[in-house]
C-alpha cells in the first residue's frame, strides 16, 4: 500500500508536551506531509529549523480565546466559528489523505473540515477528559463528536483512554501511543551540566528539580513546601508560565520562596529549549502534578537522565512508573509524603541508583521513536483510504 500523506493540524504554536510530540512525529513522516497551527510561534519555529512544510491559518480570537477553563456555553458559541474557520482548512486538506488533529480546539475543527474534504480524522488525545481538568458538558460535546467524525482516537495512556470512555466516547476507537522520547538526547557532557550548575553557584549540595510548565496544577508550589524544612536542599525549576492564565502563578511562586527566606536556594531557570544538562545537574527528578497527569514527558525524561523520579501518584504516571522498582510515587498535593521521599532517596544513594539505572532502562525500551512511530504508522495504514487501481 502507498503511504498516505498527512495534515497535523494544531491550534497551539507554543512548546507544550504535545508540541514536542508532534514534533517528533512530524520529522518522521515530513516528506509526506504538513503541520498547520492557529498561530504562529516557538512551535512553528521549530517545525521550519526541521525543516517540516507548515502553514499558520490564524484563527480568529472567538476561537483561540476558548481555553479548558472555559465553560461549556462559551464552547457552544464558538461553534459558529469553528465551522466558518473550518472552511479556511478545507482547500489545505483536500491536498493530504488523512487529517491528524492533536489537540481538543483542532479536533472540533478538523472533524468538520474533514466531513467537508470526506477525508478520515485522527485525534491524538493528549488530555485527561476528566472534572479534574473540564467541564461535564465540554468532555460529554467533544467525546460525542469524536464518535461521530473521528476514524481513531489515539489516546497518550490507559488513563486518557478511561476518560475518555467515561466522558461518553467509543473505546473501540481508540489507540494507545505512549509517547516516544530519544534517548540520545539524555546523553550529555560534563562540561553542560558543569555550566547549569555553574550559573545557579551549586556546589555540593543535593539538587532537586522540577521541569514543568509553571502552572497551579503541575503542583510547583508543593516542592516549595516539602523542601522548606530542609535547608540544605537546592531547588532547580525549569519552565515557564505557557499560557496567560499561569503568569500570576509564576509570580506567586517567586514571592513564596521570597517570602520563606528561600530565595538564595529556589533557582527559577525559565522556560529551556533543552533540559536534559538540567536534569543532570540534580540529584532527583521531581514530578508534581496535583490533578492527574494524561501521560507526564518529563518523568520518562528524568529515567532517561539517569535520575531517581518521585511522581504523584495519578493518571498516566501510574502507568510509567512502579513505586519502589524504577522510581517513587507519592500522594498528589501531600508535601510531607514528598519531604520524606526526597529524605529517603538522599539518604539511600544505592536504593537511588538502583530505582535511576531500572527506571533509564525502562524507560529506553518502552518509550522509543521508533515504538511511537510503529503504533501511529499502524493507525495511518488502519484508516487510509483503499488504493484504486485502474
Ligand atoms: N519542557 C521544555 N522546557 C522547559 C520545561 C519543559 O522543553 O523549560 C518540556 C519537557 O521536556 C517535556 C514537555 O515540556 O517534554 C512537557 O511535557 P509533559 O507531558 O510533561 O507536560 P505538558 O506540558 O504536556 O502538560
Partial sequence: MPSPSILFVDHSAALGGAELYLLDVAKHFRDRAAVVTFENGPFVDRLQAACIKSQVIAAPASILEVRRDSSFLRLVAAVPALCRFAFQLVSTARDYDILFANSQKSFLVTAIAGVLSRRPVIWNLHDLLTDDHFSAGKRHLVARVANACASRVIVNSEATRKAFAS????????????????????DVSPHDVQTVRNNFQLQSEPVVGVFSRLASWKGQHVLLDAVAALPEIHVLIVGDALFGGDVKYARTLRQTAEKRGMAHRVHFAGFQQNIAPY????????????APEPFGRVIVEGMLAGKPVIATKAGGAREIITSEQNGLLVAPGDSAALRQAIVSLLSKPDMARALAQRGRQEAASRYSLEKMVEGINHVFQSVAPPVTTA
Fill in 167 to 186: 466522558s461518553g466516547g467509543r473505546r473501540s476507537l481508540t489507540r494507545i501511543v505512549y509517547n516516544g522520547i530519544d534517548a540520545a538526547d539524555f
Fill in 279 to 290: 536534569l543532570h545537574a540534580c540529584d532527583i527528578v521531581i514530578h508534581t502534578s496535583t
